[in-house]
Structure formats: structure tokens, C-alpha cells
């Protein structure tokens, strides 16, 4: 059995100053103003479409990331409609296999600490989770039928795809104090990432 941290990395991203000029292009195209862009342009005009609330010309730029989590965490993430989702199955994949090296891994809950008692519950849990899913791929079955036993702690990996205003909505839910701590956990990793990657775009959110 192993135990990760949740991360993610990007599958498809532009890069921030090539992804400002195509959205200042594109909402340039509203007000036929193309010929007021400059090199130093792009900045100042999304910050006023932001403001303007004209965030659907936003959409035109898009960045994929696949996140390693728990299963739980995504079944918050599929709830965002925009957005295109791409997860490993655990129908397909038999973690009984070498390229799964033989066994089940789980992702360490933000909430829980290493040596307190309510962390060796939920590990014990995760223990004869492992053992129970192996003991009925080996009795037969096959792995569709053996995740029945898998927990909510089960390591995943989900490809994401969402245009910049489908991530601000994104970060907007769940950087919230009222979000569950292991979904605001993966959204603090991807919302600090992606406000220095792409400045302007999300500088008026803020986490609570």
C-alpha cells in the first residue's frame, strides 16, 4: 500500500503572454479596436473586460491540467459543467498488476495527522481495503466487480480541460472556507500556480 499527497501537472497550457494577446485579440474584435494593440496592451484591456463583467470573452483560451487525487475530490471537480473530463477507470484498471506495482494507492487527507488515532483508523481502513480487493482478484474477480471495496481515498488521475472563465468560476467555489479541505486543497495548488502563470486573469480572486 501507498500513501501520496495529492499534485497535479499540465497537460496543455499556453503561455501566459501568448494566451493575454489571443483574448485581446478576440475582444478586440467586439469594439473593432484591433489597431489599438499594442505590446503592452493585452494587460490593461482584460482587466477592463473583467471588470466590465464581458468575461465571456475569456473562453477563447483553455488550459488542460491532470490532477492526482482522491476520488471523492472528483466527484466535486465533475460538477463543473464547462469543462471536459477525462479519468481513470477503475473498471479497466486491475491494481493487482505490475504497472500498478502490485498494489493500491490512497491519498493522504489534509485534515488527518501522521501518529493521531483517527489516522491510523482511516489507514487500517485503507489496509483491509487493499486486502480485500486483492483477496477477490484472487478468488476470480474481476477488477469492475473488486472496486465494490474501494474507498473514497483511492488515488485517481482526472484530465481537466476549462476555459480561463470556467477556471475562475472554478476557483471562485472552491477556494471558498466553506469548501470541502481536500477539494480547496488541490484549488490552492492550481489557483497559485495559475495566477502567476496567467497575471490579470485571476487577480481579483481571492481564497478565504
Given amino acids: 500500500m501507498r500513501i501520496i499527497k495529492p499534485g497535479f501537472e499540465y497537460v496543455s497550457a499556453p503561455d501566459g503572454a501568448t494566451a493575454l494577446r489571443n483574448i485581446e485579440m478576440c475582444g478586440r474584435t467586439c469594439y473593432k479596436s484591433e489597431d489599438k494593440m499594442t505590446e503592452e496592451s493585452a494587460a490593461r484591456f482584460i482587466a477592463m473586460i473583467i471588470k466590465s463583467g464581458h468575461t465571456s470573452v475569456l473562453e477563447h ?59 491510523s ?3 487500517k481502513g485503507c489496509r483491509d481495503a487493499e486486502e480485500n480487493y486483492f483477496a477477490m482478484i484472487k478468488a476470480g474477480a474481476k477488477a469492475e466487480e473488486a472496486r465494490s471495496l474501494l474507498p473514497n481515498s483511492i488515488k485517481t488521475e482526472i484530465a481537466v480541460t476549462m476555459n480561463f472563465r470556467e477556471w475562475r468560476h472554478f476557483f471562485g467555489l472552491r477556494l471558498s472556507s466553506r469548501a470541502h479541505p481536500q477539494m480547496r486543497e488541490i484549488a490552492l495548488m492550481l489557483f497559485e500556480d495559475m495566477k502567476s502563470r496567467y497575471p490579470v486573469i485571476f487577480d481579483d480572486i481571492k481564497a478565504e
Fill in 121 to 123: 483508523i482511516w489507514e
Fill in 61 to 119: 483560451e483553455k488550459v488542460t491540467v491532470k490532477i492526482v487525487c482522491d476520488r471523492g475530490v472528483t466527484h466535486e471537480i465533475v460538477r463543473h459543467r464547462m469543462a471536459s473530463y477525462s479519468q481513470e477507470s477503475t473498471r479497466y484498471c486491475n491494481y493487482s498488476k505490475d504497472k500498478f506495482g502490485n498494489e493500491l494507492t490512497f491519498i493522504e487527507p489534509c485534515f488527518l495527522e501522521r501518529g493521531t488515532e483517527l489516522y
